[in-house]
């Protein structure tokens, strides 16, 4: 048997065992763990091994007890700490050492990691030993790279196959190179880059268009040429389907399975504020142990308040389960439900063993119940499974009583090797998961991310010089990290001398993220090998193909237009019985939306988007709740002063604010919430602080009202209505655009509110806004109250006449089958936000609007 050895080779290498040849038996191109797992099955060694995150786990409570020089560091990451010294141990059995200490931190980490379970230099002792009982049937052992090279444990390994007769050889790769240009300038003396394409360093602006350049730079390739791609990605692999080239079986991302995201959701609502985003994805996900209905319910609630245990959430839960008619069925999502969300442990608090087990058990149990019935995301569900069988393990293997956010976290990174998300290469091309890994001769290579991320920077083991003595003294083999640096970059200097005819280097301008990305180390090398300085040419924001592509047209796809005006059979549409402010403003902006939403019915998506900690929606939203609280309480005469009314509300905003908005309470929000809460407080203090100054009483809060009028009911509720002399004054939390709709008679809403609180024949309200962050006050009117600020208008009743001939007119052309689009109409025939002549006209919103797709505005309106 024949074995060609490479510590680059566990992820793949080029050209193998079979090169140019048909077949072949008896030969085997393998890295460390192959290796090893090639001996350990010969000489009946084979079992299982715990991975370094499972041997990490079983150190962690000696860790955390014992005293040492890592100590510090333990109680910022244990796990990290448990593996970095593992690491250290490892690498220096690797180089030979057995413990032997007397003193300091060499002693320290010897009696830690004594009874450490076996790791890799261990079983590598254990095949040393073995082979002097038994043989291995290998006659020879080619070496890719010098057996100087080699650690310790791995030279002990082949002295050892030696005494076995096996011949060990090293045989490093020959250049085959046959371009000249720029690729025979990086190995030749005094020859400038011309930027022939043989030689190039790809840089686009993002990752996308990098993997479309580089699979028509393969794609441009002669089909004859063979082809290793280093590192490909799913990102790739995506674009060299697109141009007809075979697939390179990537690794797909751990969450490319969205079910694979069940588990870490799970635990992350463990804490006492839940996220209510993460509630929603997880309510969201295409199968979870939430019944449909009860999860859609619970959607629903968190858009209302974006917060678990709001009296929406509560109400919809209540509800969602006294309407599952089997009591066995209820009784179990009553069971799910509490513990997904039960939990109520304060944030960054250790987290009991117990819980996350429950957790654990839950989505297993779920996935293990619905795999038979469900055939189509079997291999999803299998996954699932494995995952919280290894996450499990890790528990148990830590033998700890509870874990904190930061172990969860690690843990959870942890499990992304677990989930095999490869899919099977196509023929065609080859991948390698290392630059190393090229061991002969290939026309061409493209390396992908080759970027400075991608590096790994050989840190060696941190040793003084006295520790350096005494393991040397020892026989210990410690490699200078300066030796280290320089092997690495051999390695990654082979796809450029193995290339036969052309090579190319992705480095996109930005990460996914958006990120500045810089190229690999290895380039500076490059550029510096070419001769006066003319590496610079090597820079292309697109390659140059080695041959023309031969491109397929296609038709010319017609855009959308968008359409003004609308046509249905007249009589179709009908007044409604009732319409509210909101209803009114959205048929003065735009006929359609008006249409679509209350007489169509329809609705933008059926996927739920949750207002941000920081939006204007939800900062409103909970102002109104606690001023609407806060406000019927001075009614009630609970509260006489402004700083009682301002107190009560700080008071309430930290008992109900975590049940409103859960957001807000999330580590990080600390400045937001405080903020909130004494704008809040200062908008109410303002408020009441003037109804005293002008005499004036509370005579509504939020109380609801309808009136006839347009020749319908028109209905709603004023945010507050004070009096005598009647004053309505609406909460908002921004005043944007709030001064100039009253300055010119285009405020809608309080036209509607002041004509439905006016008796006929008495004199129509004062109107205003309270703006809650400016913490203003505006007000316009024949009775504005002392402290306001006046706004000159004439009287909120020409408003209200104006906006009855505006209903009049839309109706007209509504009964007569024409519906318009306002934001679709030409320039000139646009509707400004205006009342001239007597009549209303409300300019359209369509960035606010969810029928772009309908009218036609997404695809080249306005």
Not at 89 to 115: C, I, K, M, P
Not at 294 to 318: D, F, H, M, T, Y
Request: net charge neutral; charged share 25%.
């Amino acid at each position: 048997m024949k074995i060609v050895f490479d510590m680059a080779f566990d992820s793949g290498c080029w050209p193998g065992p079979l090169r140019q040849r048909q077949a072949v038996i008896g030969e085997s191109w393998v890295g460390p763990l192959g290796f090893m797992n090639v001996l350990e099955t010969a000489l009946g060694l084979s079992g299982h091994y715990p991975s370094n995150t499972e041997r990490a786990l079983r150190l962690l409570g000696r860790v955390r007890s014992q005293s040492g020089f890592w100590a510090e560091s333990a109680k910022k990451d244990p796990i990290g700490t448990a593996q970095r010294l593992l690491q250290w141990r490892d690498d220096l059995w690797l180089a030979g050492w057995r413990g032997e200490a007397r003193s300091g931190r060499l002693s320290q980490l010897s009696a830690l990691t004594r009874d450490a379970a076996d790791g890799i230099p261990d079983r590598l002792e254990a095949i040393r030993v073995a082979l002097r009982e038994r043989d291995v049937g290998i006659d020879e052992v080619h070496l890719v790279e010098p057996e100087e090279h080699l650690s310790h444990a791995w030279r002990g390994i082949l002295e050892s196959l030696r005494r076995r007769q096996t011949k060990v050889v090293e045989s490093a790769p020959v250049s085959e190179m046959e371009a000249g240009g720029d690729l025979a300038a990086l190995w030749a003396k005094d020859i400038e880059a011309r930027g022939d394409g043989t030689l190039q360093l790809l840089r686009p602006f993002g990752v996308l268009e990098a993997a479309e350049q580089a699979a028509a730079w393969l794609r441009s390739l002669p089909p004859t040429w063979s082809r290793v791609v280093v590192w490909p990605e799913p990102v790739l692999d995506e674009a060299l389907q697109r141009h007809g080239l075979p697939t390179l079986g990537a690794r797909s991302p751990l969450y490319a399975n969205a079910l694979l995201a069940l588990l870490p959701l799970t635990l992350d609502l463990v804490w006492e504020h839940k996220d209510p985003q993460v509630a929603a994805e997880l309510l969201q996900l295409p199968k979870n142990p939430v019944h449909g209905t009860i999860g859609r319910k619970l959607l629903g609630a968190l858009q209302a308040w974006p917060a678990v245990g709001s009296a929406e959430w509560n109400l919809a839960l209540k509800d969602a389960l006294a309407g599952i008619e089997d009591p066995e069925l209820r009784s179990k999502q009553a069971e799910v439900l509490k513990t997904f969300f039960g939990s109520r442990l304060p944030r960054f608090e250790p987290v009991p063993v117990e819980e996350i087990h429950k957790r654990i058990r839950l989505v297993a149990d779920w996935a293990h119940r619905v795999l038979p019935a469900s055939p189509s995301i079997r291999c999803a569900l299998e996954e699932v499974v494995r995952q919280c069988q290894v996450l499990s393990g890790m528990l148990d293997a830590a033998g700890l009583e509870s874990f904190t956010a930061r172990d969860i976290a690690r843990l959870l990174e942890r499990l992304s090797g677990i989930v095999d998300g490869t899919t099977e290469p196509q023929v065609g091309m080859h991948a390698v998961g290392e630059p190393g890994a090229v061991a002969g001769a290939v026309d061409a290579v493209l390396v992908w991310d080759f970027t400075l991320s991608r590096f790994a920077r050989q840190s060696g083991i941190p040793l003084s010089e006295r520790e350096r003595d005494e393991l040397k003294s020892q026989g210990v083999d410690i490699v200078s990290t300066e030796l280290l640096v320089k092997r690495e970059a051999a390695r990654w200097l082979r796809p450029f001398r193995m290339a036969r005819h052309a090579i190319l280097c992705v480095c996109p301008r930005r990460t996914a993220d958006g990120d500045e990305e810089y190229p690999h180390p290895a380039w500076d090398e490059i550029r510096a090998r070419i001769a006066k300085g003319s590496g610079w040419r090597l820079e292309v924001a697109r390659p140059t193909l080695l041959s023309d592509l031969v491109l397929e047209p296609r038709g010319a796809r017609h855009a959308v237009a968008p359409v003004a005006t609308f046509m249905v059979v007249p009589g179709t549409l009908r007044p409604r019985p009732a319409e509210s402010a909101s209803s009114l403003d959205k048929l003065l902006r735009c006929p359609l939306s008006y249409v679509l939403e209350y007489h169509g019915r329809l609705r933008a998506s059926a996927v739920p988007r949750l207002p941000e900690p920081g939006s204007n929606l939800l900062r409103g939203n909970v102002a109104h709740e606690l001023i609407r609280i806060v406000l019927e309480e001075v009614r009630a005469g609970r509260i006489q002063t402004p700083e009682q009314a301002g107190e009560r509300v700080r008071v309430l905003f930290d008992e109900r604010a975590p049940a409103l908005a859960a957001g807000l309470f999330l580590p990080g929000q600390d400045e937001l919430r405080a903020d909130l809460r004494s704008r809040i407080a200062l908008i109410v203090e303002d408020v009441v602080g003037l109804t005293r100054r002008a005499g004036l009483r509370i005579v509504g809060v939020e109380e609801p009202f309808k009136r006839d009028g347009l020749g319908v009911c028109v209905r709603g509720q004023a945010d507050l209505v004070l009096g005598e002399p009647v004053c309505i004054l609406d909460f908002k939390w921004s005043q944007g655009s709030r001064r100039s709709e009253l300055e010119n008679g285009t405020a809608l809403q309080l036209a509607v509110y002041g004509y439905a609180v006016s008796a006929p024949g008495s004199p129509w309200p004062a109107v205003g806004f309270a703006i809650i962050d400016r913490r203003r006050i505006l007000c316009a009117g024949t009775t504005v109250p002392a402290g306001a600020e006046r706004v000159s208008m004439e009287s909120i009743e020409d408003t209200w006449q104006a906006l009855e001939r505006a209903f009049a007119t839309a109706w007209r052309e509504l009964s007569a089958g024409h519906v318009e689009a306002s934001g679709n109409l030409a320039e000139e025939e646009l509707h400004p936000t205006a009342l001239a002549n007597g009549r209303l006209t409300l300019e359209a919103r369509c960035e606010y609007c969810s029928f772009g797709a309908l009218c036609g505005n997404a695809f080249g309106g306005r």
